[in-house]
C-alpha cells in the first residue's frame, strides 16, 4: 500500500479533532485507501480498532443504511459498546439519502471523530454547506502522480528504468488499481473502460437524471479528444451542429459541469496578465486521468504534447496550486500557478526540435516582468535554460520534491 504520504501531511493536523475530514475525487482514485491510512496512523498512536465503525455505502450488506435515520441509528447502537471516543469512517457516503443530517447529529451528539469520503463535488455544497458550515476540511484525492505510479510499479516490474516506466505512465494513467493487474496492457484498457462507464451512468447520468444521454456522450467525447486545448460552448455547439445535433451553449455548460462535479474534467480558466482579470471565455478542461483517455479514446501518444500537459496540470493541483491559463499581449502561457502567494509559471512542450519551437516556447516568457521561477519542461534530456528560464525533463520535474 503506497502511503500517500502528501495528502496524510495535509490530513494529520485535523486527526482526532472535531472537523469532519471530507476526501473527495474521482470514483476508484484511492479515497478508501486513505481511510485505511487514516486508520493505520491511529492504531500507531494508540488507539484500539475497537473504537472504529466503518462502513462502505455500496456495499449491499449496507442497504438498509442509506437513510439518515438508519444510519444515525446503527451508529449510536453500535458507539454504546466502544470506550471512549469512537471513529467514523463513512465511504462514498452520497449514497446516503440526507446523509449530512446524520453526520451532522453525531458530530454534535456524540464523542466522535469523523471521516467521509464521496465521489462528487456537490458533496459540499448546498445543504450541507448550511449544516456543516466552517466545521469540515476537504481533501481532493487524486490518482496517482507519476511518484507514485513509480513506486508501484517497480513493486511489480523491478529495475524498470525511469524512462520505460515513464513511457507506461504515459498510456497507464495512475488509477491505483492496474497494479493488481500488473498493469497488462488489455486487462487494464478494460478496467478503465469500466470505470469511465460506471462515473458516466452512476456519477453523471444517475445523479442528474440526464435524459438525452447520446448528446451527453458526445460532449465527453469532444472533450477528451479536445484536453488542454480552448474551445467555448459556442464553438462545441457548432460542431454538435454538424453532427446534425442542435443544442444551446447553455446545455452544453451544465453537461460539462455536471463531468466537473463528478471529477471526471477539470476546468481551468484564462487569465489576463495584463488586465489582472479572469477572461469569461475559452477555458480549457484536463481530464482527472488521461490513462482513462487512453482506454476510451486512444491516441496519448500521437496527442503526447497534450496529455503531458494533462499530466503537468494535475501535478500541479495535487501540491494545492491554484492554477489558470496566462494570456498576455498575443501570447499564451500554459499555466500560471500560485499557492499562497508562491507563484510559478510554467510552459509545456513535446520536444525542442526546432529553433522555432525553442524561440515560441521561452518567447512565452517575453512580457513577464516579474521574478517568479519561470519552467519550460519537455521530454529533452539536455539541460536548455536561457535567459534566468529554467528547462528541465519532465520525468525530472514531476519527481522533484519543491520547484524554486
Known amino acids: 500500500m503506497i502511503k500517500r504520504e502528501m495528502y496524510m501531511k495535509r490530513i494529520r493536523p485535523f486527526i482526532g479533532t472535531d472537523l469532519i475530514k471530507v476526501m473527495t475525487g474521482i ?107 466552517g466545521r469540515y476540511v476537504e481533501f481532493i484525492i487524486y490518482p496517482f502522480s507519476f511518484s507514485e505510479f513509480l513506486e508501484l510499479y517497480h513493486s511489480v516490474v523491478p529495475d524498470t528504468p525511469v524512462h520505460e516506466c515513464f513511457r507506461k505512465f504515459l498510456r497507464s494513467g495512475g488509477m491505483p488499481y492496474l497494479a493488481n493487474i500488473r498493469y497488462e496492457e488489455d486487462p487494464s484498457k478494460l478496467y478503465l473502460n469500466d470505470l469511465f462507464n460506471s462515473v458516466q451512468l452512476k456519477d453523471i447520468v444517475k445523479r442528474n437524471k440526464v435524459r438525452d444521454v447520446d448528446l ?101 493541483r495535487r501540491r494545492n496550486y491554484e492554477v489558470t491559463v496566462g494570456k498576455i499581449g498575443d501570447k499564451e502561457i500554459d499555466f500560471v500557478c500560485d499557492r499562497h502567494g508562491e507563484k510559478l509559471y510554467i510552459q509545456v512542450a513535446y520536444l525542442l526540435a526546432s529553433d522555432e519551437v525553442i524561440c515560441r516556447e521561452f518567447g512565452a516568457y517575453d512580457n513577464v516582468r516579474d521574478n517568479y521561477p519561470k519552467y519550460v519542461v519537455s521530454l529533452d534530456e539536455f539541460d536548455m535554460s536561457q535567459n534566468g528560464i529554467k528547462h528541465c525533463n519532465i520525468r525530472d520535474f514531476l519527481l522533484e520534491e519543491e520547484w524554486t
Open 27 to 133: 470514483r476508484r482514485c484511492g479515497k478508501s485507501v486513505m481511510l485505511e491510512l487514516i486508520k493505520e496512523e491511529l492504531k500507531e498512536s494508540g488507539i484500539s480498532p475497537a473504537q472504529f465503525i466503518s462502513i462502505n455505502f455500496e456495499d449491499l450488506n449496507h442497504t438498509h443504511l442509506l437513510t439518515a435515520e438508519a444510519l444515525h441509528d446503527e451508529v449510536k447502537k453500535r458507539a454504546s459498546e466502544i470506550n471512549g471516543k469512537a471513529y467514523l469512517f463513512f465511504d462514498e457516503i452520497q449514497e446516503v439519502k440526507n446523509w449530512e443530517k446524520c453526520i451532522n447529529s453525531l458530530r454534535v451528539s456524540m464523542n466522535c471523530d469523523i471521516y467521509i469520503t464521496g465521489s462528487n463535488a456537490k458533496l459540499l455544497s448546498g445543504e450541507l454547506a448550511t449544516y456543516l458550515g
Open 216 to 316: 451527453l456522450e458526445r460532449i465527453i467525447a469532444y472533450v477528451i479528444a479536445n484536453v488542454g486545448t480552448t474551445f467555448s460552448a459556442t464553438s462545441l455547439s457548432k460542431f454538435l451542429k454538424n453532427e446534425k445535433r442542435t443544442v444551446a451553449p447553455e446545455t452544453i455548460l451544465n453537461y460539462i459541469k455536471y463531468c466537473c462535479e463528478a471529477y471526471l474534467f477539470y476546468r481551468v480558466k484564462r487569465e489576463d496578465l495584463q488586465g489582472k482579470q479572469i477572461l469569461s471565455s475559452n477555458e480549457k478542461y484536463y481530464i482527472a486521468d488521461h490513462g482513462i483517455r487512453e482506454a476510451v479514446f486512444g491516441g496519448n501518444m500521437r496527442d503526447i504534447n497534450l496529455i503531458l500537459e494533462n499530466i503537468v496540470y494535475l501535478e500541479l
